[in-house]
């Protein structure tokens, strides 16, 4: 006998038009999207509010990377007038990080003020003084160190202060919402825009539950006026390719789940002269640098048979990034079993192979790298040439005690 069809996912952008107009119903509607912000249907969400003849899109605010998806990471975005929307766009990656109150509250003078060249195409008809709500529809990777999420909690903190309303539409973690990895941010310490709160690198919390979480634990000056609309169908235990929804790259380095699957550990190697695969076809599944023999790190790592993972011998040339034009040896990641593979254990064990094969031609940017673990004990456990399993067990009872306190904020099963 056949098992019954799981009903593809409804993202919360599809519940809210479905089933919660009344939210947003004869409001100035500002809106925080990029392109990975699509319907089932592939259809843009910019598209689908500016359809809605009782709704009034009248600002979109754009991440890292922006609206459009066309600016590399760690490039300032810049405002604009959308000639194709008809929209002004502000950035929160450049322009700024946390949007002041006259950009909520009083469009038309902000823009002015702003940027007279490109605010000159718009027409003045004092129809923009503020918006009346935020909506919030962007991806994720379910990753701590992932900037879209800081842009949430900025946004939730702008709209807070302003009195302005703030409406998450969530979306799937596309690794999934039960396996929890690494250490707890120290908070403020570590704080920044890159990890600001009290989390694990893999938390297993969809943006909407984030959003929950970060209004009890960052917002706890003033709470936002926060509505957060549900999924349909999404259980915890699904994979992004088990939801029923096409893929959208959510940033431009994080083209596929394969790239989404391990990045919750290889991005570790942004704060080390590794190259993390940037500027090539597989973006953190391919690591390396111009001295590290390929074939030699390939048999090192599969010797240490860590779960679910394969380990093959590449050499590669990055087009831009670290190593730009040079000719890199290393490996590519082979995810075999995604249930077993643990993505921040298998980039420490490659961090712990390297340094015992290479010494101190791997360099790490103790800066950077401590603000992307959140702490300075796992830095300074490889460095002392401390055993993986010692630097995880180390930070385990923090991980263990995460787990029981966001059962406070988890929507799905």
Known sequence: MKSAQTAPVKLGVEVLFEKHLDLIRGKRIGLITNPGGVDSHLDSIVELFRA??????????????????????????????????????FSLYGQTYKAPADMLTNIDQYMRSYDTQQTGK???????????????DLPDVGTRV??????????????ANAGIPIIVLDRPNPIGGVTMEGPILEYPKYSSFIGLTATPLRHGFTMGELALFYNDNFLTNKK??????????????????QTGLPWVTPSPNIPTLDSAIVYPGQVMLEGTDLSEGRGTTHPFEIFGAPWIDGYVLAQKLNALHLPGVKFREIWFTPTFSKFQNQLCGGCQIHVIDRDKYQAIATTLNILATIKQLYGDKL?????????????????????????????????????????TSRQNYLLYH
Request: hydrophobic share 40%; with cysteine.
């Open 224 to 241: 936002a006026d926060l509505t957060v609309i549900p999924m349909e169908n999404w259980k915890r235990d699904m994979w992004f390719d």
């Open 363 to 403: 360099k790490f940017h103790a800066n950077y790298f401590n603000k992307v673990l959140g702490n300075s004990s796992v830095l300074e456990g490889l460095e002392s040439g401390e055993p993986v399993d010692q630097i995880i067990a180390a930070y385990q009872p923090g991980l263990d005690a995460f787990a």
């Open 146 to 159: 992932y900037t879209f999420e800081a842009t949430l909690a900025y946004a939730m903190q702008s709209c």
């Open 52 to 89: 809605q003849p009782d709704v009034h899109l009248v600002a979109l605010y754009g991440p890292e990377h922006g609206v459009r998806g066309d600016a590399q990471a760690g490039k300032p975005v810049a405002f604009y007038y959308d000639e194709h929307y008809h929209l002004p766009v």
């Open 122 to 136: 718009m027409p003045v008809n004092g129809a923009l003084n503020g918006i009346d709500v935020m909506v919030y």
